[in-house]
């Protein structure tokens, strides 16, 4: 295995403490699942080292039953599952809201985001060994290894959507134990939300009767208005985002291309939380005619990305490229970052658009 710094150094980093980096677009394009040491970090403490022999996740059922397991428990006592799914953060692609006006928040390019194949069991499955029943209007408050301004990391989710069969306590990233920056020894997995609900370090999960009061929870990743700024905002009447919105971006060509007169191959992916891509169209000419693009998806994947391409027939000169794409309740995206601009940056999901130069 590569070292930590071996891996920083294939990524475009925003930040060493925390650790966040990004991978360059046309390496994120170039496989359907995303090799660890080119999946999006995002952290907002330290990376702790924990030790795989002596590590224990406490289970809290909330019914007076408290479960301590081992690595070698939940590997040995559970069903092993699968899941292939897309991980995105809710600042992904945050750099076109700050061309817009300043916001708060390392300057994500379209590659907060991944899919792996992730390998653990269902944290509903532990959930009912607890004592737990499906159906009641409860919460699974997470609670990590890693310390966040001397607290740890803590998150929760809707107890429907923590015994979703999706919904998975990870060990492993495409049939290889989790990187120590992925998560290790255990991370949960909740497909279609923010990377946020699925903490890494995992080292304890309650249910309970309202969502974390942990600040990640409670006072952050929340989408407010246009109007509403880092001094005027409430927590308490920002949306929780949860459940990731539509979005595509363009990964090929990069931003700035040169690139030779005529057919030209334009690669990139679509995404949406819960719903599947239907259509993605494509512009060479900022939106003013559109081509619909071919689309490749894995149909036993429903919370996955959708990998897009097209060639467009580009005369000499500059061109802006653009991509929107459709999902299957017929929602597309909205034109411009200023239609969604906050001043966290969050949920980014106006068209993405490239300028490239062609020449001969």
């Given at each position: 295995?590569?070292?930590?710094?071996?891996?920083?150094?294939?990524?475009?980093?925003?930040?060493?403490?925390?650790?966040?980096?990004?991978?360059?677009?046309?390496?994120?394009?170039?496989?359907?699942?995303?090799?660890?040491?080119?999946?999006?970090?995002?952290?907002?403490?330290?990376?702790?080292?924990?030790?795989?022999?002596?590590?224990?996740?406490?289970?809290?059922?909330?019914?007076?039953?408290?479960?301590?397991?081992?690595?070698?428990?939940?590997?040995?006592?559970?069903?092993?599952?699968?899941?292939?799914?897309?991980?995105?953060?809710?600042?992904?692609?945050?750099?076109?809201?700050?061309?817009?006006?300043?916001?708060?928040?390392?300057?994500?390019?379209?590659?907060?985001?991944?899919?792996?194949?992730?390998?653990?069991?269902?944290?509903?499955?532990?959930?009912?060994?607890a004592?737990?029943?499906?159906?009641?209007?409860?919460?699974?408050?997470?609670?990590?290894?890693?310390?966040?301004?001397g607290?740890?990391?803590?998150?929760?989710?809707?107890?429907?959507?923590?015994?979703?069969?999706?919904?998975?306590?990870?060990?492993?990233?495409?049939?290889?134990?989790?990187?120590?920056?992925?998560?290790?020894?255990?991370?949960?997995?909740?497909?279609?939300?923010?990377?946020?609900?699925?903490?890494?370090?995992?080292?304890?999960?309650?249910?309970?009767?309202?969502?974390?009061?942990?600040?990640?929870?409670?006072?952050?990743?929340?989408?407010?208005?246009?109007?509403?700024?880092?001094?005027?905002?409430?927590?308490?009447?920002?949306?929780?985002?949860?459940?990731?919105?539509l979005?595509?971006?363009?990964?090929?060509?990069?931003?700035?291309?040169?690139l030779?007169?005529?057919?030209?191959?334009v690669?990139?992916?679509?995404?949406?939380?819960?719903?599947?891509?239907?259509?993605?169209?494509?512009?060479?000419?900022?939106?003013?005619?559109?081509l619909?693009?071919?689309?490749?998806?894995?149909?036993?994947?429903?919370?996955a990305?959708?990998?897009?391409?097209?060639?467009?027939?580009?005369?000499?000169?500059?061109?802006?490229?653009?991509?929107?794409?459709?999902?299957?309740?017929?929602?597309?995206?909205?034109?411009?970052?200023?239609?969604?601009?906050?001043?966290?940056?969050?949920?980014?999901?106006?068209?993405?658009?490239?300028?490239?130069?062609?020449?001969?």
């Amino acid at each position: 295995m590569s070292s930590l710094s071996e891996r920083k150094a294939r990524l475009i980093l925003h930040g060493d403490q925390p650790y966040n980096a990004e991978p360059p677009l046309g390496r994120l394009r170039a496989s359907y699942r995303t090799p660890a040491e080119d999946f999006y970090v995002r952290s907002h403490g330290d990376l702790p080292d924990l030790d795989p022999e002596t590590w224990r996740l406490t289970v809290e059922g909330g019914a007076g039953v408290t479960l301590e397991l081992s690595l070698h428990d939940l590997r040995t006592r559970f069903p092993e599952a699968t899941v292939t799914a897309t991980m995105q953060c809710a600042g992904n692609r945050r750099a076109d809201m700050r061309a817009v006006a300043p916001v708060s928040g390392d300057p994500w390019d379209a590659g907060a985001i991944g899919t792996a194949e992730w390998t653990g069991v269902r944290l509903g499955d532990l959930l009912r060994e607890a004592g737990v029943a499906d159906g009641a209007d409860l919460h699974v408050a997470f609670e990590s290894h890693d310390m966040v301004e001397g607290h740890p990391y803590g998150a929760s989710i809707p107890l429907g959507k923590a015994m979703a069969p999706e919904t998975l306590l990870a060990y492993a990233m495409n049939g290889e134990a989790l990187l120590p920056e992925h998560g290790f020894p255990v991370r949960a997995v909740v497909p279609g939300y923010a990377g946020v609900r699925s903490p890494k370090w995992l080292r304890r999960l309650a249910v309970q009767d309202h969502p974390s009061d942990n600040s990640i929870q409670a006072d952050d990743y929340k989408l407010y208005p246009s109007d509403v700024t880092a001094e005027t905002a409430d927590p308490t009447k920002g949306h929780t985002i949860d459940t990731m919105p539509l979005n595509a971006a363009i990964c090929e060509p990069e931003r700035g291309a040169a690139l030779t007169a005529g057919r030209n191959r334009v690669r990139g992916y679509a995404v949406s939380g819960d719903r599947a891509i239907v259509r993605v169209d494509v512009s060479g000419n900022g939106g003013r005619s559109w081509l619909q693009a071919d689309l490749e998806h894995e149909p036993d994947a429903p919370f996955a990305w959708t990998f897009w391409s097209v060639e467009l027939d580009l005369p000499s000169g500059e061109h802006e490229l653009a991509v929107r794409a459709w999902d299957a309740a017929s929602q597309t995206q909205p034109a411009l970052p200023d239609d969604t601009w906050n001043h966290k940056g969050y949920l980014c999901t106006c068209w993405h658009r490239v300028r490239v130069r062609v020449t001969g």
